[in-house]
């Protein structure tokens, strides 16, 4: 019902900047159903955890992780058929080197969560 597709990703130097994309498609159903997307990451070696989170077609707020609290920014682009969301991120340093993937969820007519393929995002002089 939706699909993710992730870009952006690359290699910056520390103190750059970089700007995710996350492209969600599928039926209008299965989009109008998403109620929050989020980033998560993926360190070498380390488990998968929440980078920012908002919420899609329904009331809420956005959230952040610490880690990356004032130095990121979630912002979404929605429309009836498609929804794409954005991670803005600042002042990059090697510890956020990580693979960066994109989650959906919500309801249909069953629950729905679905994840993009992950993009490698690389801070390194």
């Known amino acids: 019902q939706v699909q993710l597709v992730e870009s952006g990703g690359g290699l910056v130097q520390p103190g750059g900047s970089l700007r995710l994309s996350c492209a969600a498609s599928?039926?209008?159903?299965?989009?109008?159903?998403?109620?929050?997307m989020a980033w998560y990451r993926q360190a070498p070696g380390k488990g998968r955890d929440l980078v920012a989170k908002?919420?899609?077609?329904?009331?809420?707020?956005?959230?952040?992780a610490d880690s990356v609290r004032g130095r990121f920014i979630i912002a979404r682009d929605n429309h009836k058929d498609t929804v794409t969301v954005f991670l803005l991120m600042d002042r990059l340093k090697p510890e956020d080197t990580a693979v960066y993937y994109c989650?959906?969820?919500?309801?249909?007519?069953?629950?729905?969560?679905?994840w993009g393929q992950g993009t490698l995002v690389t801070v390194s002089s």
């Open positions: 989650n959906a969820i919500g309801w249909t007519d069953r629950y729905l969560e679905v």
């Open positions: 599928g039926s209008i159903q299965g989009i109008q159903g998403i109620n929050t």
């Open positions: 908002i919420p899609i077609n329904i009331d809420g707020i956005t959230q952040y």
